[in-house]
């Protein structure tokens, strides 16, 4: 049997709101990335992973994967390349709340939304604010970059600077999963993050960022990339998905069986 919301009917949707099932919804978005990487690589990657996640959890808890949102915010800066779906924040924060608000109306109480577009964490955030507030439900935001970040800065070959926008951590991904799309003729390092201070990270698989800044707004890309692809690998792309599998099952096992009044079992 899948885990596949849409290939359900209602009945059986029903049971699933009966078992307290936790929902994914991924999240992507279509946009270009650089010279090498398809426009629909964020959409692609939280497709992929969200069903790696599914596929890990299946067995201990009851899973539902949504289908993947394609489209989103991405800065006007971006849409210098053909390839951006530019839908304007306020719509894009609505349309979310208005799939997370549909699901909480349904009776389910566990959504967990897989942030794979660097822009939408602030967004995605505020729907969470939105049904904590409108229903007493606490949905999730999760984002597989974060959550393979330990492990994949383990085995990374480029320094700070590799790892923003179409960087080692998403080319190795696209390498593993649709081999055929990445261009590595094309890969180069010219748009590598090279501009760190005390409170500029350079790189977000690394971290330590303290401001809010967009990188485009820090450094000049020549292609449209804020990264280094050049070393990226399928054995890079095999620790982000073993880690990414691991990580996110320990959290929606620890979601799942979460309950807020019982104070003596957290
Ligand atoms: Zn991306």
Redesign the pocket.
């Known amino acids: 049997m899948s885990f596949y919301f849409g290939e359900k009917t209602w009945p059986e949707l029903k049971e699933y709101i009966e078992k307290d099932a936790v929902v994914l919804l991924p999240v992507g978005?279509m946009?270009e990335?650089s010279l090498y990487l398809p426009v629909d690589?964020?959409a692609r990657i939280a497709k992929y992973l969200t069903n790696e996640i599914a596929d890990e959890v299946k067995d201990d808890i009851p899973v539902l994967v949504m289908p993947t949102v394609w489209s989103g915010y991405t800065p006007k800066f971006v849409g210098h390349w053909p390839g951006a779906m530019r839908v304007r924040p306020q719509v894009f924060t609505d349309m979310i709340h208005d799939i997370c608000a549909s699901l909480a109306d349904m009776g389910f109480n566990k959504v967990v939304m897989i942030d794979?577009?660097?822009q939408h964490a602030p967004m995605l955030n505020i729907v969470t604010k939105l049904i904590a507030d409108e229903y007493e439900k606490y949905f999730v935001v999760a984002s597989p970059l974060v959550f393979s970040a330990k492990e994949f800065n383990k085995v990374r070959k480029s320094g700070r600077g590799g790892v923003s926008?179409?960087g080692e951590w998403?080319a190795s991904i696209i390498m593993k999963i649709n081999p055929e799309l990445a261009r590595t003729e094309h890969f180069t390092d010219k748009d590598k993050m090279r501009y760190q201070t005390d409170f500029v990270s350079a790189d977000t698989a690394l971290g330590g960022q303290k401001v809010c800044w967009s990188s485009w707004g820090i450094q000049k890309t020549v292609n449209g990339a804020l990264g280094d692809p050049t070393q990226a690998s399928i054995q890079t792309a095999d620790a982000i998905i073993n880690a990414v599998r691991k990580n996110f099952k320990k959290f929606l096992n620890e979601y799942y069986t979460f309950k807020i009044n019982d104070l003596e079992q957290i």
């Open positions: 978005e946009e990335h690589t964020d794979c577009h660097g926008h179409a998403e």
